[in-house]
């Protein structure tokens, strides 16, 4: 298959296009419930569920409404994570971010490390003028990570999404263009 997603770098991670021979390292994670608890998923349990999931990243970048990249460690390739664009709308220049990680990986830093790329990316490369982050309210791991990476809470929208077999408030964050330059000029300042 040709790769039709740019690898992404960063300090510790390859960021690149998941393919069906990943699905092993999918199966792994998202077949454990406090992974997947959030993201709106049943826990995975056959290899066909992972490569579903594959085929689903595989459309969004067919279709143009999203892209999402494979969190591996540099030294290792095994993909432990996904983060990339959802419901994008080209019209108004924005996405979803959205993201995952294998709970061995929890605490380390790496979840936000990839965040950043992705979102400097969306900036830069997409010209994205606006990045949105829709998260379960339960899901505060996810809620301080993407604020400590300048996101700003919005609101909460009132049984939003029906994932399953419940209906699901989720918190609405946003990151405009001007945010991520102005983060990047204190960045810079030091």
């Not at 998202?30 to 826990?43: A, C, F, N, Q």
Request: charged content about 30%; aromatic content about 10%.
């Amino acid at each position: 298959m040709i790769n039709r997603l740019p690898v992404l770098e960063t300090e510790r991670l390859i960021l690149r296009e998941v393919v069906e021979s990943d699905a092993k390292d999918l199966l792994s994670y998202l077949s454990k419930e406090e992974v997947v608890k959030h993201m709106g998923l049943t826990p995975f349990k056959t290899i066909d569920d992972a490569l579903e999931e594959i085929g689903w990243y595989h459309s969004i970048l067919e279709n143009k409404s999203g892209m999402r990249w494979g969190i591996t460690l540099k030294e290792e390739g095994k993909v432990i994570g996904s983060c990339g664009f959802l419901n994008r709308s080209h019209k108004h220049y924005r996405a979803e971010i959205g993201f995952e990680l294998s709970n061995n990986h929890w605490g380390k830093g790496l979840a936000g490390e990839a965040l950043v790329q992705v979102v400097q990316y969306g900036f830069e490369q997409l010209e994205f003028e606006r990045i949105e982050a829709l998260i379960e309210p339960a899901n505060l791991a996810s809620q301080k990570l993407v604020e400590k990476h300048g996101f700003i809470r919005e609101g909460l929208l009132r049984n939003y999404e029906f994932t399953a077999g419940k209906f699901d408030d989720l918190y609405m964050y946003s990151m405009i263009k001007a945010d991520f330059l102005n983060l990047h000029r204190k960045v810079e300042e030091g």
